[in-house]
């Protein structure tokens, strides 16, 4: 997915601002460059989407480039646009193997036993929330 981006440019002593029009809240800086903000925005989106996924929301479709250029807010912001990997949207449940010693895969039976989870949920939340 292509998001586009506003970028204000950074004057003296001032950062540059980025913000996601498509994702409502979603924004970042960077006080070294404009790639350094695009860079810094990639990671904002990236989070928003695994938040929202994380809480049941649903991820808006990226707009128009040329619309949303349009909106007067964003006067004399820079545009660029962020990719984003299709991964970090894809809830696909996929089977791996993994290989750990046995003393830790009986530490972790038992942590999933205590938190009532599989083994394989246990894993997918520690993933999360670490």
Same mark, same amino acid.
């Given at each position: 997915?292509?998001?586009?981006?506003?970028?204000?440019?950074?004057?003296?002593?001032? %950062?540059?601002?980025?913000?996601?029009?498509? @994702?409502?809240?979603?924004?970042? %800086?960077?006080?070294?460059? @404009?790639?350094?903000?695009?860079?810094?925005?990639?990671? %904002?989106?990236?989070?928003?989407?695994?938040?929202?996924?994380?809480?049941?929301?649903?991820?808006?479709?990226?707009?128009?480039? +040329?619309?949303?250029?349009?909106?007067?807010?964003?006067?004399?912001?820079?545009?660029?646009?962020?990719?984003?990997?299709?991964?970090? @949207?894809?809830?696909? =449940? +996929?089977?791996?193997?993994?290989?750990?010693?046995?003393?830790? @895969?009986? =530490?972790?039976?038992?942590?999933?036993?205590?938190?009532?989870?599989?083994?394989?949920?246990?894993? %997918?939340?520690?993933? =999360?929330?670490?």
């Amino acid at each position: 997915m292509k998001y586009p981006i506003a970028v204000e440019r950074a004057g003296p002593g001032t %950062a540059w601002g980025v913000i996601v029009p498509d @994702l409502p809240g979603c924004f970042s %800086a960077a006080d070294d460059s @404009l790639e350094g903000a695009i860079e810094n925005a990639k990671e %904002a989106i990236e989070l928003w989407i695994e938040t929202a996924l994380d809480n049941g929301e649903s991820i808006p479709e990226p707009s128009k480039m +040329e619309d949303l250029r349009k909106d007067p807010r964003f006067e004399g912001w820079v545009w660029a646009i962020v990719e984003i990997d299709p991964v970090v @949207l894809d809830d696909t =449940i +996929e089977r791996v193997n993994i290989t750990v010693p046995r003393r830790v @895969l009986h =530490i972790l039976d038992a942590k999933a036993k205590k938190a009532g989870e599989s083994r394989s949920a246990f894993i %997918a939340h520690m993933a =999360i929330t670490a």
